[in-house]
T-cell receptor, first 114, second 118 residues
Framework: GAVVSQHPSRVICKSGTSVKIECRSLDFQATTMFWYRQFPKQSLMLMATSNEGSKATYEQGVEKDKFLINHASLTLSTLTVTSAHPEDSSFYIC??????????FGSGTQLSVL | AQKITQTQPGMFVQEKEAVTLDCTYDTSDPSYGLFWYKQPSSGEMIFLIYQGSYDQQNATEGRYSLNFQKARKSANLVISASQLGDSAMYFCAMRDPGSGAGSYQLTFGKGTKLSVIP
């Protein structure tokens, strides 16, 4: 079945550095991918919609200059957390859809900013 | 605006018994899709089952079935013959095409933590 691969699964970084998270669709093409953020014991909140070949669409309240999204090919979207701060520590997870009924998620990235 | 409500923060079930996880939704669009995902402690989101708003029959996938009551706007997940490995967070989510460009984005409920007791 369709698989979405996300890397890295866990990253620890110093405050002020940038972190890149990759999301790949392994056996299908994804013109659209989605990035979610999940705080401990809370639900997933959509951050942005990543569109292949065009600018990402950000949800209200999400800083586009801080969370840079690039969707350069039909199988890869990247989320870069720029100048990370401790409050950016969270679980980030991407998803891609296959048709109308199947939406698959990556395995997620736990970001810890010291 | 669409909304998903999961009223059970936590549920316990005896191994081999069936359990129902509640989900109600609110949308003004006649066309929508409902999803259930399982999130174990590892964090991955595992797709369980899908129900389209125009589907005539309740969706089933192995031990998972969705009790879809459209008039009540409820989409409860039923897990039969619970197993220890079923212990996880369970999220109900809705895809609302009426939301525009991001029609495949999902709105999630707050989740229900299921614990299976041996």
């Amino acid at each position: 079945g369709a698989v979405v691969s996300q890397h890295p699964s866990r990253v620890i970084c110093k405050s002020g550095t940038s972190v890149k998270i990759e999301c790949r669709s392994l056996d299908f093409q994804a013109t659209t991918m989605f990035w979610y953020r999940q705080f401990p014991k809370q639900s997933l909140m959509l951050m942005a919609t990543s569109n292949e070949g065009s600018k990402a669409t950000y949800e209200q309240g999400v800083e586009k200059d801080k969370f840079l999204i690039n969707h350069a090919s039909l199988t890869l979207s990247t989320l870069t957390v720029t100048s990370a701060h401790p409050e950016d520590s969270s679980f980030y997870i991407c998803s891609a859809h296959v048709g109308n009924e199947k939406l698959f998620f990556g395995s997620g990235t736990q970001l810890s900013v010291l | 605006a669409q909304k998903i409500t999961q009223t059970q923060p936590g549920m316990f079930v005896q191994e081999k018994e069936a359990v129902t996880l509640d989900c109600t939704y609110d949308t003004s669009d006649p066309s929508y899709g409902l999803f259930w995902y399982k999130q174990p402690s590892s964090g991955e989101m595992i797709f369980l089952i899908y129900q389209g708003s125009y589907d005539q029959q309740n969706a089933t996938e192995g031990r998972y079935s969705l009790n879809f009551q459209k008039a009540r706007k409820s989409a409860n997940l039923v897990i039969s013959a619970s197993q220890l490995g079923d212990s996880a967070m369970y999220f109900c989510a809705m895809r609302d095409p009426g939301s525009g460009a991001g029609s495949y984005q999902l709105t999630f409920g707050k989740g229900t933590k299921l614990s299976v007791i041996p």
